[in-house]
Structures are given as structure tokens and as C-alpha cells.
């Protein structure tokens, strides 16, 4: 038994659209997306002999703060963010804290490893500022208690 080639001949946008003008559909029976279509069409018409698009190889981007990331993250450090600032995230306070180091003649390691420690410090000035201000409020004290390198151990 023979198939229907039609969907090789138009599009089914000018198929519908030739059944509604020889009114063998009427109007109000058009498919919703019919007139969307109408008002916005592709820019490339979506037919079946259409030939297919070049497969371009995805380009790796990688920067150099991407690095960084990778292994302050490998280590533990930066996961954690502070809800309460909104202004630059832990990580990013490393990176920029490890570009201002790096001038130093030290390995690698030991650059993190200070910079975590110049980081963290911070953190816990900025951490006791925020309860200081309202010492009896809920979130300082969950800030107080909050370990949360550990909090899925238990």
C-alpha cells in the first residue's frame, strides 16, 4: 500500500493554509498555531528536502580563573556562599586574593592554601559583623552554629 508523500511536497504551514483559502477547512477549525506562525515565520522555511546542518566541533572555553576554581573547589574551598551579601562570592574573593599573591616566589599550593587563610578571615570578620548587629536574632545564631564543611557527616 502506497504512503502519503505530502509532507515531502510543502510544509504543513502551506498545506493548512491551502485547505483554509479552497474552504475545505474553515476558519475557525485552524490549528492554534496557525496564526503565530503567521504573524512570526522562521527564517529559514522548515521543509523535508531542506539539507542538514554542518556539525561544527563545540569549542572548549576555559580561562585561567577557571582553573583556579577547579582547585579551590577540589579542596573544599568556596562552596559555601553568604546569602545575606550580595556583592561578590567566596570564590571570587579567592581568585582575586590569589592575583594579588601571586607575585609572591611561592609554589602554587601554598599560594591557595594563604589565600584561603586571607579569605577566611574575612569571612569571620564579615560572619561576626552580621551577628553583632542583632546578636539575639535567629539567623545569628545560626550563623554562630553553622558548620557547613561537616553539616552531611552526621
Known amino acids: 500500500m502506497a504512503t502519503s508523500r ?9 498545506r493548512t493554509e491551502g485547505l483554509l483559502l479552497r474552504g475545505a477547512m474553515k476558519p475557525d477549525d485552524r490549528p492554534l498555531w496557525f496564526d503565530i506562525y503567521k504573524a512570526f515565520p522562521p ?3 522548515p521543509k523535508f528536502a531542506r539539507p542538514k546542518p554542518e556539525n561544527k566541533p563545540i569549542r572548549q572555553i576555559l ?3 577557571d582553573i583556579l576554581r577547579a582547585k579551590f573547589h577540589a579542596k573544599g574551598h568556596g562552596l559555601s556562599s553568604n546569602m545575606f551579601s550580595l556583592n561578590e562570592t567566596y570564590t571570587k574573593k579567592l581568585i582575586q586574593k590569589f592575583e594579588q599573591l601571586k607575585s609572591e616566589s611561592i609554589s602554587e599550593e601554598e599560594l591557595i592554601e594563604k589565600c584561603v587563610t586571607a579569605v577566611g578571615s574575612e569571612r569571620q570578620t564579615e560572619a561576626t559583623k552580621t551577628t553583632t548587629k542583632n546578636p539575639d536574632s535567629v539567623s545569628s545564631h545560626v550563623l554562630n552554629e553553622a558548620n557547613l564543611k561537616n553539616i552531611f557527616k552526621e
Open 43 to 45: 527564517t529559514t522555511e
Open 63 to 65: 580561562y585561567k580563573e
Open 6 to 14: 505530502l509532507e515531502r511536497i510543502g510544509t504543513i504551514f502551506s
